[in-house]
T-cell receptor, first 116, second 115 residues
Framework: GENVEQHPSTLSVQEGDSAVIKCTYSDSASNYFPWYKQELGKRPQLIIDIRSNVGEKKDQRIAVTLNKTAKHFSLHITETQPEDSAVYFCAATHPPLTSGTYKYIFGTGTRLKVLA | GAGVSQSPRYKVAKRGQDVALRCDPISGHVSLFWYQQALGQGPEFLTYFQNEAQLDKSGLPSDRFFAERPEGSVSTLKIQRTQQEDSAVYLC?????????????FGPGTRLTVT
């Protein structure tokens, strides 16, 4: 089945620096890749997503890149701020089999600390 | 206009007890998912409903886990004879379309501790 690996598990950056989190997936048929931010004790919230027909997507300080050939995608946060501190999860959708379900397969998470 | 809600937020159960976790999805959302999130890990898929039909339960770890969504709205995840390894945060998510290929909106989760 689909497997998603995420690196690094922890990341500390100085305020204003950039942060990059990388994920690789195993199923070449995966076609939707969301990124979620989860603050301590709170629900995961979608921050950006990308579909397999697009190589890059940007939303203000956040961008995601996708390399389908290499089967990896990355989250880029520029000009980091203390409020960016959280756990970030990548996910890949496993295409539906007989059930028609797009299962999200999540990475193990990256704990980002932005140091003021 | 509220988001996905879950209750209770925290549940402590003694080993062997049965528990029931509730999820209220966003009104009108067809798809509903349950996930289990162990400490320090990403959410892991448990089961999926399209309206009232449970189309995928391949992620349920054992037959002690049972989920239902009888009227296609509120869903309940039931765990019978709880074990310590069931301790985790149980997340519910809903999405508008069928199959869940679009954005999933998560609830705040229920933290289950089995003692």
């Amino acid at each position: 089945g689909e497997n998603v690996e995420q690196h690094p598990s922890t990341l500390s950056v100085q305020e204003g620096d950039s942060a990059v989190i990388k994920c690789t997936y195993s199923d070449s048929a995966s076609n939707y890749f969301p990124w979620y931010k989860q603050e301590l004790g709170k629900r995961p919230q979608l921050i950006i997503d990308i579909r397999s027909n697009v190589g890059e997507k940007k939303d203000q300080r956040i961008a995601v890149t996708l390399n389908k050939t290499a089967k990896h995608f990355s989250l880029h946060i520029t000009e980091t701020q203390p409020e960016d501190s959280a756990v970030y999860f990548c996910a890949a959708t496993h295409p539906p089999l007989t059930s028609g379900t797009y299962k999200y397969i999540f990475g193990t998470g990256t704990r980002l600390k932005v140091l003021a | 206009g509220a988001g996905v809600s879950q209750s209770p937020r925290y549940k402590v159960a003694k080993r062997g007890q049965d528990v029931a976790l509730r999820c209220d999805p966003i009104s009108g959302h067809v798809s509903l998912f349950w996930y289990q999130q162990a400490l320090g890990q990403g959410p892991e898929f448990l089961t999926y409903f399209q309206n009232e039909a449970q189309l995928d339960k391949s992620g349920l770890p054992s037959d002690r886990f049972f989920a239902e969504r009888p009227e296609g709205s509120v869903s309940t995840l039931k765990i019978q004879r709880t074990q310590q390894e069931d301790s985790a945060v149980y997340l519910c998510a809903s999405s508008y379309g069928q199959g869940g290929s679009g954005e999933q909106y998560f609830g705040p989760g229920t933290r289950l501790t089995v003692t």
